[in-house]
């Protein structure tokens, strides 16, 4: 039996479901997460999954956290639900001491299997099963429910509020509802007889989670797209970006089909590739639909060519990529923020792109939405970047909101009426000082604005042109463009911290839920910092007064080359021993802990007293 | 090349088609490749082909990829918006073009290096998908703009000018238009412009994925002895199989000769193609006779052209995806957009 004191917490501790791909347990431990949420109280789950179909070993993590902490929290877990033989040892191992292991004791295990410093919880489920159901399919299938009433009992939570959510998913289909109901009651109804329950570890009804929505960053940022009024959307599968392509369709199935003659107010295309998607998507572009594709890291090196084609003959694109942890095929099932550097210059010769670093599926949402409208304004490629944490794993985040007198800007599209006035046509023509031109659509006149395009130098009336000024007014034109960029792209947030401080954290994207509770953690421990946390490319000027305003300023982010504080150094003109890099890059989410200890130790070095001072 | 522009004079006596433009409106910039180049000859027929069907000039998309025969389209159709993209994605960029707006003419302007190497998968799949477009490769087996390499569709056994021989296979692109699904099959000969407009009209017409193969001498690098793309073996080797006119208009259909070698197609936008027969066993309906027919005569080292296959009720990607009539580049938030209350429902289920 355990030595160690049992692990005892309410709505703060860490479950990871350990099971084999394609068994079905995905549904089984999403009820769990949000069963948990009805309860009132925050869960953060993440998948964590191998690049296979079937019989690989999968996890799903839940954090159960009443403080609201959705990053990722690190250093093991607090309950085990061990269902798959091939990852024992491992499982056993990330238990931390007093923590709980749950398994399937149908057949005896040696006792050299498990650890003494922790709590085993043994349900002879397979027993329990086969003994109920007959069909093999069944019999996996309501295993994994029959583990979930177990945990309903093993917790305290409220059964009632997993049969509403089980009624709710088979609404119309009564078999299935009074069968998972009773599976649910089965394994309940089996650890109360059985089991001590409640374990240390329980889950309290709360009020922490509000209005707030549960869904994934892929989906929002699909959504997005719709609502943003892409017509077009041509992609080529690839994780960790495929379910927004497919997310896209679904929603367009619903929602853009004309009442009266059924048909779709939208295209979507599976490319051969992804040079044709990116191809296709600057053609719609170029004809005036709002089009886009989804990609990943290796699709955005295939987009290259193209995409220097949007920043060089001005064609509105968005690219959404959903970030994987690269280079080559890299890890496709774990996430990171590696491609700042691949998209902001993507593409041979001097080349800058806008992007976009939402930090959760409510931005997602909005900032796919706002891409088109970036796309056609500045007439250029948009990179809206994801990664796997806020892409595929479900995120509780405000609920989406929609502005419903909002216009779409369409940017500066000349039209056949003021061709007619008599305006001057230059494709290239920066009329305002704004640096972007006014383009013609094709069709649009039968005499007038008519003009060629295409990637190789011309003059400001589209005409084709080798001279050297002729180039270099154009790329610096398009310089400018970019500058008129910085104040259109949504804006850094920055949080002060509580009391005055020589030091600041610039972040982005998804590491915000972990370094808002490395925040917290931090501050318990006597270090104040100012945060900023970047929303856009280019850099609003309010990055670089921010780091003026510091000593240091730390720039957490998940790579390997600290690619953010590259591109601020490099922006900006920042020296960069004033920026101190922060660097999470193993494919798993950051944590609030090792940022905590990471800049912890910076600080803890830099307050040393200096020897100096101490002897005078 | 020539660097002088245009001279914009228009005889007052020239002719004029059904909307009152001559076939100047259809010109574009003068072309600055070589003189004699059989390109040239295909822009000229595509001229004439928009001409005598009395397309308004700014109706057609124009979109080329990279290479001698992708810069033509700065050569026709002045008042159309062109499209020089990148080498070998013409076929990805008209798609996109295409689906953006169902009511434009897409002409899809490649050559041999474009699509039967870079681009050889978009070629293919831009047929696969059944786009509404004409898509012509002015084909010449060489890479004229590098200087004279080998293109994927040189013969084996044909001399480079620099007199190295090809060991490689020929693609044959109509061959692979054919298996792929293209509606409109179509092999001509830049040097045989009668024969080519009546095609190219053809397949502007055609509702459906459109491909033309034109053999065009490159006269700089691929038109001595030993080449298969010259001017002189391609006459010596041009094995017609009919002859096509296309008839738009409501007029009866006058048959001069033996009526019973010509064939009337009638496509979906009404116009009617009139083939005369000149190979009596050659049927443009039949895709795997047409295969097969390319295939032996092939072997025999001819070269077959004229209209090979037709599919009078092809459909296309729109059909296929069942789009609305109304362009999707017309389509505003009010269509677009479902706005906050079906949110505020998307919202309550992600509880």
């Given at each position: 039996?355990?030595?160690?004191?049992?692990?005892?917490?309410?709505?703060?501790?860490?479950?990871?479901?350990?099971n084999?791909?394609?068994?079905?347990?995905?549904?089984?431990?999403?009820?769990?997460?949000?069963?948990?949420?009805?309860?009132?109280?925050?869960?953060?789950?993440?998948?964590?999954?191998?690049?296979?179909?079937?019989?690989?070993?999968?996890?799903?993590?839940?954090?159960v956290?009443?403080?609201?902490?959705?990053?990722?929290?690190?250093?093991g877990?607090?309950?085990?639900?061990?269902?798959?033989?091939?990852?024992w040892?491992?499982?056993?191992?990330?238990?931390?001491?007093?923590?709980?292991?749950f398994?399937?004791?149908t057949?005896p295990?040696?006792?050299?299997?498990?650890?003494?410093?922790?709590?085993?919880?043994?349900?002879?489920?397979?027993?329990i099963?086969?003994?109920?159901?007959?069909d093999?399919?069944?019999?996996?299938?309501?295993?994994?429910?029959?583990?979930?009433?177990?945990?309903?009992?093993?917790?305290?939570?409220?059964?009632?509020?997993?049969?509403?959510?089980?009624?709710?998913?088979?609404?119309?289909?009564e078999?299935?509802?009074?069968?998972?109901?009773?599976?649910?009651?089965?394994?309940r109804d089996?650890?109360?007889?059985?089991?001590?329950?409640p374990?240390?570890?329980?889950?309290?009804?709360?009020?922490?989670?509000?209005?707030?929505?549960?869904?994934?960053?892929?989906?929002?940022?699909?959504?997005?797209?719709?609502?943003?009024?892409?017509?077009?959307?041509?992609?080529?599968?690839?994780?960790?970006?495929?379910?927004?392509?497919?997310?896209?369709?679904?929603?367009?199935?619903?929602?853009?089909?004309?009442?009266?003659?059924g048909?779709?107010?939208?295209?979507?295309?599976?490319?051969?590739?992804e040079?044709?998607?990116i191809?296709?998507?600057?053609?719609?572009?170029?004809?005036?639909?709002?089009?886009?594709?989804?990609?990943?890291?290796?699709?955005?090196?295939?987009?290259?060519e193209?995409?220097?084609?949007?920043?060089?003959a001005?064609?509105?694109?968005?690219?959404i990529?959903?970030?994987?942890?690269?280079?080559?095929?890299?890890?496709?099932?774990?996430?990171?923020?590696c491609?700042?550097?691949?998209?902001?210059?993507?593409?041979?010769?001097?080349?800058?792109?806008?992007?976009?670093?939402?930090?959760?599926?409510a931005?997602?949402?909005?900032?796919?939405?706002?891409?088109?409208?970036?796309?056609?304004?500045?007439?250029?490629?948009?990179f809206?970047?994801?990664?796997?944490?806020?892409?595929?794993?479900?995120?509780?985040?405000?609920?989406?909101?929609?502005?419903?007198s909002?216009?779409?800007?369409?940017?500066?599209?000349?039209?056949?009426?003021?061709?007619?006035?008599?305006?001057?046509?230059?494709?290239?023509?920066?009329?305002?000082?704004?640096?972007?031109?006014?383009?013609?659509l094709?069709?649009?006149?039968?005499?007038?604005?008519?003009?060629?395009?295409?990637?190789?130098?011309?003059?400001?009336?589209?005409?084709?042109?080798?001279?050297?000024?002729?180039?270099?007014?154009?790329?610096?034109?398009?310089?400018?463009?970019?500058?008129?960029?910085?104040?259109?792209?949504?804006?850094?947030?920055?949080?002060?911290?509580?009391?005055?401080?020589?030091?600041?954290?610039?972040?982005?994207?998804?590491?915000?839920?972990?370094?808002?509770?490395?925040?917290?953690?931090?501050?318990a421990?006597?270090?104040q910092?100012?945060?900023?946390?970047?929303?856009?490319f280019?850099?609003?000027?309010?990055?670089?007064?921010?780091?003026?305003?510091?000593?240091?300023?730390?720039?957490v982010?998940?790579?390997?080359?600290a690619?953010?504080?590259?591109?601020?150094?490099?922006?900006?003109?920042?020296?960069?021993v004033?920026?101190?890099?922060?660097?999470?890059?193993?494919?798993?989410?950051?944590?609030?802990?090792?940022?905590?200890?990471?800049?912890?130790?910076?600080?803890?070095?830099?307050?040393?007293?200096?020897?100096?001072?101490?002897v005078s | 090349?020539?660097?002088?522009?245009?001279?914009?004079?228009?005889?007052?006596?020239?002719?004029?088609?059904?909307?009152?433009?001559?076939?100047?409106?259809?010109e574009?910039?003068?072309?600055?490749?070589?003189?004699?180049?059989?390109?040239?000859?295909?822009?000229?027929?595509?001229?004439?082909?928009?001409?005598?069907?009395?397309?308004?000039?700014?109706r057609?998309?124009?979109?080329?990829?990279?290479?001698?025969?992708?810069?033509?389209?700065?050569?026709?159709?002045?008042?159309?918006h062109?499209?020089?993209?990148?080498?070998?994605?013409?076929?990805?960029?008209?798609?996109?073009?295409?689906?953006?707006?169902?009511?434009?003419?897409?002409?899809?302007v490649?050559?041999?290096?474009?699509?039967?190497?870079?681009?050889?998968?978009?070629?293919?799949?831009?047929?696969?998908?059944?786009?509404?477009?004409?898509?012509?490769?002015?084909?010449?087996?060489?890479?004229?703009?590098?200087?004279?390499?080998?293109?994927?569709?040189a013969?084996?056994?044909?001399?480079?000018?620099?007199?190295?021989?090809?060991t490689?296979?020929?693609?044959?692109?109509?061959?692979?238009?054919?298996?792929?699904?293209?509606?409109?099959?179509?092999?001509?000969?830049?040097?045989?412009?009668?024969?080519?407009?009546?095609?190219?009209?053809?397949?502007?017409?055609?509702?459906?994925?459109?491909?033309?193969?034109v053999?065009?001498?490159?006269?700089?690098?691929?038109?001595?002895?030993?080449?298969?793309?010259?001017?002189?073996?391609?006459?010596?080797?041009?094995?017609?199989?009919?002859?096509?006119?296309?008839?738009?208009?409501?007029?009866?259909?006058?048959?001069?000769?033996?009526?019973?070698?010509?064939?009337?197609?009638?496509?979906?936008?009404?116009?009617r193609?009139?083939?005369?027969?000149?190979?009596?066993?050659?049927?443009?309906?039949?895709?795997?006779?047409?295969?097969?027919?390319?295939?032996?005569?092939?072997?025999?080292?001819?070269?077959?052209?004229?209209?090979?296959?037709?599919?009078?009720?092809?459909?296309?990607?729109?059909?296929?995806?069942?789009?609305?009539?109304?362009?999707?580049?017309r389509?505003?938030?009010?269509?677009?957009?479902?706005?906050?209350?079906?949110?505020?429902?998307?919202?309550?289920?992600?509880?």
């Amino acid at each position: 039996m355990s030595q160690q004191a049992p692990l005892s917490s309410v709505n703060d501790f860490v479950v990871r479901f350990a099971n084999v791909n394609g068994s079905g347990s995905a549904s089984a431990n999403e009820l769990f997460a949000r069963a948990v949420l009805r309860h009132g109280v925050p869960v953060s789950p993440r998948n964590i999954f191998p690049s296979n179909i079937q019989g690989l070993p999968t996890w799903y993590e839940v954090r159960v956290t009443e403080a609201g902490h959705l990053g990722a929290r690190g250093g093991g877990t607090d309950l085990m639900v061990a269902m798959n033989p091939q990852t024992w040892d491992k499982d056993v191992a990330g238990i931390v001491p007093g923590g709980y292991l749950f398994y399937d004791s149908t057949k005896p295990m040696p006792s050299t299997k498990f650890r003494d410093d922790i709590n085993v919880i043994g349900v002879p489920l397979t027993a329990i099963t086969n003994s109920t159901y007959t069909d093999p399919r069944q019999r996996q299938l309501f295993k994994n429910i029959i583990y979930l009433g177990v945990l309903s009992a093993l917790l305290d939570m409220d059964p009632k509020l997993i049969e509403q959510l089980i009624g709710e998913q088979y609404k119309g289909k009564e078999k299935l509802l009074s069968s998972n109901v009773h599976a649910l009651h089965l394994g309940r109804d089996w650890a109360l007889q059985n089991l001590k329950c409640p374990i240390g570890l329980r889950i309290r009804k709360a009020d922490k989670v509000g209005d707030r929505i549960f869904i994934e960053g892929n989906n929002a940022a699909a959504l997005g797209a719709v609502y943003g009024g892409a017509t077009v959307c041509a992609w080529y599968p690839i994780t960790p970006s495929s379910s927004v392509a497919e997310a896209f369709t679904n929603h367009c199935k619903k929602l853009r089909h004309d009442k009266e003659t059924g048909q779709a107010k939208y295209a979507i295309v599976q490319a051969e590739d992804e040079l044709a998607s990116i191809g296709m998507v600057v053609g719609a572009s170029w004809n005036g639909a709002r089009a886009f594709t989804t990609t990943s890291g290796p699709g955005v090196s295939l987009m290259t060519e193209f995409i220097g084609l949007s920043y060089f003959a001005e064609i509105p694109a968005v690219i959404i990529n959903v970030q994987r942890a690269g280079p080559s095929t890299g890890m496709p099932t774990r996430t990171q923020q590696c491609d700042l550097i691949a998209c902001g210059y993507a593409s041979h010769g001097d080349t800058k792109h806008v992007m976009l670093f939402p930090e959760d599926p409510a931005e997602a949402f909005e900032f796919a939405a706002a891409a088109f409208d970036l796309a056609e304004r500045l007439q250029t490629t948009v990179f809206l970047m994801l990664d796997l944490d806020i892409g595929m794993n479900q995120r509780l985040c405000r609920p989406l909101k929609w502005d419903d007198s909002r216009q779409y800007d369409r940017g500066k599209v000349m039209t056949a009426e003021m061709l007619d006035e008599g305006r001057d046509f230059g494709r290239y023509l920066d009329v305002d000082g704004d640096g972007i031109p006014f383009r013609t659509l094709p069709g649009t006149h039968p005499t007038k604005g008519s003009y060629f395009t295409r990637g190789t130098s011309r003059d400001r009336y589209a005409r084709y042109s080798e001279e050297g000024a002729v180039y270099a007014d154009n790329v610096q034109r398009l310089l400018r463009k970019f500058q008129t960029a910085q104040d259109m792209v949504p804006r850094p947030l920055q949080a002060n911290a509580v009391k005055p401080t020589k030091y600041g954290v610039i972040y982005f994207g998804s590491t915000a839920p972990a370094m808002d509770e490395a925040t917290e953690l931090l501050e318990a421990r006597g270090h104040q910092l100012d945060r900023l946390r970047i929303r856009a490319f280019p850099f609003h000027s309010s990055v670089a007064s921010f780091i003026a305003e510091h000593d240091f300023v730390y720039v957490v982010e998940q790579n390997r080359d600290a690619q953010l504080r590259q591109l601020i150094v490099t922006e900006n003109g920042i020296d960069p021993v004033r920026l101190v890099p922060i660097l999470h890059y193993d494919g798993t989410p950051i944590t609030a802990r090792y940022i905590a200890d990471s800049i912890g130790t910076h600080q803890d070095q830099i307050k040393v007293t200096p020897l100096r001072k101490a002897v005078s | 090349m020539t660097y002088i522009a245009k001279p914009k004079f228009q005889h007052p006596g020239i002719k004029k088609n059904a909307l009152g433009y001559s076939h100047r409106d259809y010109e574009g910039k003068i072309s600055t490749l070589c003189a004699g180049c059989g390109h040239d000859s295909i822009t000229a027929s595509i001229i004439e082909a928009c001409f005598e069907l009395s397309i308004e000039p700014h109706r057609v998309a124009k979109i080329s990829g990279i290479g001698c025969s992708s810069k033509t389209p700065d050569y026709f159709l002045g008042n159309s918006h062109g499209f020089n993209t990148v080498h070998g994605r013409m076929p990805s960029v008209l798609t996109g073009a295409n689906l953006a707006n169902r009511e434009l003419i897409y002409l899809g302007v490649s050559g041999d290096g474009d699509s039967a190497s870079i681009g050889f998968g978009q070629f293919a799949h831009a047929i696969r998908r059944g786009v509404n477009m004409t898509y012509i490769v002015e084909n010449n087996g060489v890479y004229g703009l590098t200087k004279g390499q080998f293109s994927a569709t040189a013969d084996r056994g044909s001399k480079s000018k620099k007199g190295v021989t090809n060991t490689d296979n020929p693609i044959d692109l109509v061959g692979i238009a054919l298996q792929l699904g293209a509606t409109y099959v179509a092999r001509s000969f830049s040097g045989d412009k009668k024969q080519l407009v009546p095609i190219i009209e053809g397949a502007i017409r055609h509702k459906g994925a459109a491909f033309i193969d034109v053999i065009s001498p490159c006269i700089a690098f691929n038109n001595h002895a030993g080449s298969t793309k010259s001017f002189d073996y391609v006459r010596e080797h041009n094995d017609a199989v009919n002859r096509l006119d296309v008839l738009t208009g409501r007029d009866p259909i006058e048959i001069d000769q033996d009526p019973g070698t010509v064939q009337i197609v009638e496509q979906h936008d009404g116009s009617r193609l009139a083939l005369r027969k000149l190979d009596a066993d050659y049927d443009p309906h039949d895709r795997l006779g047409a295969m097969t027919f390319l295939q032996k005569h092939a072997a025999q080292g001819q070269i077959v052209t004229g209209l090979l296959y037709v599919d009078p009720e092809a459909d296309d990607l729109h059909s296929h995806l069942n789009t609305v009539e109304r362009p999707l580049n017309r389509l505003e938030a009010a269509d677009l957009c479902p706005g906050q209350s079906v949110l505020d429902r998307i919202n309550a289920s992600l509880r």
